[in-house]
């Protein structure tokens, strides 16, 4: 099992940062892959950013140039997203996610509003 935690999100206005924060219960260098979902309001649960464990990374189109998804090689337990040039379309419930065994887990998710 692997739980996660994530943290960061808040209000920001149109062109700020952000930077969300995944803290997980193991090593993530265990786990298959680490990525970061997002789901807006009446919207279905989307892909924002991966990174495998051997260090791949894929990004959404929407987010491409904008967002870096990072590892902490430090800790080895913790997964960023770094998020620049926000648009007010990336206002979300933005959640953590691993895969790993064949088993998808989540955490309890962090909003992130962009104002116009």
């Known amino acids: 099992q692997v739980q996660l935690v994530e943290s960061g999100g808040g209000l920001v206005q149109a062109g700020g940062s952000l930077r969300l924060s995944c803290a997980a219960s193991r090593s993530i260098f265990s786990i298959n892959s680490m990525g970061w979902y997002r789901q807006a309001p009446g919207k279905q649960r989307e892909l924002v950013a991966v990174?495998?464990?051997?260090?791949?990374?894929?990004y959404a189109d929407s987010v491409k140039g904008r967002f870096t998804i990072s590892r902490d090689n430090a800790n080895k337990n913790r997964v960023y997203l770094q998020m620049n040039a926000l648009k007010p379309e990336d206002t979300a419930v933005y959640y953590c996610?691993?895969?790993?065994?064949?088993?998808?887990?989540w955490g309890q998710g962090t909003q992130v509003t962009v104002s116009s």
């Open positions: 990174v495998t464990s051997g260090g791949s990374t894929n």
């Open positions: 996610n691993a895969l790993t065994g064949g088993y998808n887990y």
